[in-house]
T-cell receptor, first 114, second 114 residues
Framework: GAGVSQSPRYKVAKRGQDVALRCDPI?????LFWYQQALGQGPEFLTY????????KSGLPSDRFFAERPEGSVSTLKIQRTQQEDSAVYLC????????????FGPGTRLTVL | KQEVTQIPAALSVPEGENLVLNCSFT??????LQWFRQDPGKGLTSLLL?????REQTSGRLNASLDKSSGRSTLYIAASQPGDSATYLC?????????????FGTGTKLQVIP
């Protein structure tokens, strides 16, 4: 596929469970971003990778959130001990070079924590 | 901290009408501003990107303007169609402190009635 893909599209977790969300960026894109979008709100920045390096994680809401991109391509956002307030759509975006380039978004993963 | 506001939050118009969506931001030190549309259950689709040095951008029936000094942008949609129904988001990228720290508005939900 030519676009950004994310899996799973929907995830239901019981409070306290760990979840892992996957993002496949556009092939060759250097930069990758994660956003959290609560219901009725705009996306909020979580973290940014340039290749395999996580250059900014200032938006991660707590130390239960962890992101990695070990080979500079696919990225995983992991949430440990999920809480109800973690329920949101998690969006991934990639850009060709640096963070100033146009970002292309995936369809998102809707996480519901019961 | 940058704050982005979009007015109105929701808008319903009959097909064929021209309309304007508004976006305001508090910090004029921006690198660029981007308009997106988001369809239910889907990611963001980029519509127009305006660099800070530009005043407007056009694509088909869409025209976006930027007045950086007053912290405002407008998205003009001509001859609206039912397919334009979606949530429209504006996003501001700062020119310092990290281009990755994009701030989104909360969106305007548009319904075009046939």
């Amino acid at each position: 596929g030519a676009g950004v893909s994310q899996s799973p599209r929907y995830k239901v977790a019981k409070r306290g469970q760990d979840v892992a969300l996957r993002c496949d960026p556009i092939s060759g894109h250097v930069s990758l971003f994660w956003y959290q979008q609560a219901l009725g709100q705009g996306p909020e920045f979580l973290t940014y990778f340039q290749n395999e390096a996580q250059l900014d994680k200032s938006g991660l809401p707590s130390d239960r959130f962890f992101a990695e991109r070990p080979e500079g391509s696919v990225s995983t956002l992991k949430i440990q001990r999920t809480q109800q307030e973690d329920s949101a759509v998690y969006l991934c975006a990639s850009s060709l070079q640096g963070p100033h380039n146009e970002q292309f978004f995936g369809p998102g993963t809707r996480l519901t924590v019961l | 901290k940058q704050e982005v506001t979009q007015i109105p939050a929701a808008l319903s118009v009959p097909e064929g009408e021209n309309l304007v969506l508004n976006c305001s931001f508090t910090d004029s030190a921006i690198y660029n501003l981007q308009w997106f549309r988001q369809d239910p259950g889907k990611g963001l689709t980029s519509l127009l990107l305006i660099q800070s040095s530009q005043r407007e951008q056009t694509s088909g029936r869409l025209n976006a303007s930027l007045d950086k000094s007053s912290g405002r942008s407008t998205l003009y949609i001509a001859a609206s169609q039912p397919g334009d129904s979606a949530t429209y988001l504006c996003a501001v990228r700062p020119n310092s402190g990290g281009y990755q720290k994009v701030t989104f508005g909360t969106g305007t939900k548009l319904q075009v009635i046939p």
